[in-house]
């Protein structure tokens, strides 16, 4: 078993919650001289040197994302302007847009944690990435970049979209491992076979490292196979990361049990999101996350809205951080159909543990005369045929899982949209 710095990331659970709480205490100094952060304390209450046990943490406010929002472009500032040498941010389609500002220091803490994510997952300096995330304001492509560059493996920085190119210098350069979403895995997938090219027989794709939007055991399987990534001894790698906490954090090991969350960087809290409580170990809940190095724009305590498992039992790859054992959807991803909560990830469960299906889908929910109706669109795979009797066996499976009715129409072949990144499943068409 490989690692990237063994004695930190083999670092016993006790001593790295000790430093957890030494770390937290200075953010808490840190961020008391942004002006924002100075007032919500105030407001709640609470001194800094206030907090003095793992209780205490209780009583310092929640970060949301709207405080970005409302403070944009620097109001959540609390290092030095002019020690800023980047700045990330997301589109801003709804509004303004969610920030974070970086030192050199945090840049160098973000390569750092991203080479141990790398080298626990499987990658080595021998190995060829093509880097599909995208470059620009999106956090992704540059924190993957740094990360697979500090391990010194071969980096081929293609940015996002150009399938044709992709497969086409996965042939040239014998392409070892491949970077991107996991929607962008599927299609590229797809389009290969489309194009007479066996990616298990033609391309030499060990890994995927994944990330950008989650990816169930259903999607994973499907790409494993379908891009070669078993066939050639290794596997896809989810990772997950936010723009608040600087971007992609955490990544899958060889293990695949979780995404690993580094302790000595970040802290991590899981909630009940009605009542704010802790949830008891191993229950599902909200994640609530800090930033316990970053210099400029440390945010903590931010409530990422992401319902999660964890387990802090360590990992059979012998690492000791606490890890993401289970992604069950966004709080924000969840939809109320006729007073019943949906989450697309619960339908992509379903349909996606059928061959005959493609993971070519999406839902589509409408208001008919005040009733709301919901049917799943989706695509027979290749070479697969659909009947009447499966359509109605699947529409009851859904039922049964979902609890609510949804109706099933399958579409032709290559009828739906595909994704280059980021998927969009829901079209909803109420008022």
């Not at 992604?327 to 619960?346: A, E, K, W, Y």
Request: charged share 25%; proline share 4%.
């Amino acid at each position: 078993m490989a690692y990237w710095d063994e004695q930190w990331e083999t670092k016993p659970l006790e001593e790295l919650k000790e430093l957890q709480f030494q770390k937290f205490s200075k953010q808490l100094q840190h961020i008391n001289q942004n002006p924002f952060y100075r007032n919500r304390f105030a407001e709640a209450g609470l001194n800094p040197e206030d907090v003095k046990n793992w209780e205490d943490i209780k009583k310092v406010p929640f970060t949301v994302k709207s405080d970005l929002r409302d403070n944009y472009p620097t109001g959540l500032l609390s290092g030095n302007w002019g020690d800023v040498v980047r700045i990330h941010m997301t589109s801003g389609t709804t509004g303004a847009p969610t920030i974070l500002a970086y030192s050199a220091n945090d840049l160098e803490i973000w390569a750092e944690c991203m080479a141990r994510n790398f080298v626990a997952g499987g990658l080595s300096k021998n190995d060829i990435v093509q880097q599909a995330h995208g470059y620009g304001l999106f956090t992704g492509g540059f924190g993957f970049h740094y990360g697979l560059e500090k391990v010194g493996a071969k980096v081929i920085p293609t940015g996002s979209g150009g399938t044709d190119r992709q497969l086409r210098l996965m042939q040239e350069w014998g392409t070892t491992v491949f970077t991107g979403t996991p929607s962008y895995a599927a299609y590229m997938a797809e389009i290969a076979i489309e194009k007479g090219i066996d990616p298990v027989k033609d391309l030499k794709l060990k890994y995927g490292f994944h990330g950008g939007e989650p990816c169930s055991d259903g999607l994973r399987k499907r790409i494993n196979e379908r891009l070669g990534y078993r066939a050639h001894g290794g596997g896809l790698r989810v990772c997950y990361g936010l723009t608040e906490m600087g971007g992609p954090m955490s990544m899958d090991c060889e293990a695949e049990t979780g995404q690993h969350v580094w302790a000595d960087h970040f802290l991590m809290e899981i909630i009940d999101p009605v009542t704010h409580e802790y949830v008891n170990p191993g229950e599902p809940g909200e994640l609530v996350i800090s930033n316990l190095s970053f210099d400029s724009m440390p945010i903590i305590r931010y409530r990422t809205g992401d319902r999660i498992m964890v387990s802090t039992e360590k990992c059979e790859c012998g690492r000791t951080h606490p890890r993401i054992s289970g992604f069950l959807g966004r709080v924000d991803d969840m939809l109320l159909v006729s007073g019943t909560n949906v989450f697309p990830s619960q339908i992509e469960f379903v349909l996606l543990k059928h061959a005959n299906l493609s993971e070519n889908w999406q839902l589509v929910v409408e208001d008919n005369k005040g009733l709301h109706m919901m049917k799943v669109e989706i695509e027979p795979a290749v070479g697969s045929e659909v009947d009447t009797a499966f359509i109605k066996e699947l529409e009851k499976e859904l039922h049964s899982h979902l609890e609510i009715k949804c109706g099933v129409d399958i579409k032709d072949v290559g009828s739906l949209p595909r994704f280059e990144g980021k998927a969009k499943r829901v079209v909803d068409k109420r008022e």
